[in-house]
């Protein structure tokens, strides 16, 4: 193929990614409506709801978001109420981060609309194509598994296939 043959319209990351966002980007319509969140807020928050208080170096670690926007989405959640940092107790250099009742309220409100997005997306397809649709994620994962310069997956990715 020669680069003059390239289509990026169907070329596989591209429309991974496209899919990606505009998933995310709806999910970011409704809670951001609801409570003012972004997406990396909202990933935050649902990360602290099934981890309980860990640090920011653990959130971004297990929600695939660069260390800096993860900072700046505990500082905003912390400016909302939604999250409470408390100091490690031998380094105070070490921070934990929580979910507050606000913010657990504030989920309580948001994810009945996400299950109610993902259920629409999945009762799309019938439910052997969807376990043919995870299949074939899981191998396209694999490729990346086996590939010393792919990102590893998150302990939160690996979660579910240990299910």
Known sequence: ????????????????????????????????????????????????????????????????LEKPRVSRAVTRLEAEGLVAKTAGSGDGRLVSISLTTAGRRALADIIPEATRLERQLTDAVSPDELAIFYRVMERMHAVLDSDPEAKPRTPMDLERLEA
Not at 27 to 33: C, I
Not at 34 to 56: D, K, M, N, Q, Y
């Open 1 to 64: 193929m020669t680069p003059d043959d390239f289509q990026l319209s169907t070329f596989l990351p591209y429309r991974l990614a496209v899919l990606t966002e505009r998933v995310s980007r709806r999910l970011a319509v409704e809670y951001g409506r609801t409570h003012g969140l972004a997406v990396a807020e909202w990933r935050v928050l649902v990360h602290l709801l099934r981890c309980g208080a860990v640090s920011i170096r653990d959130i971004h670690t297990c929600v695939s």
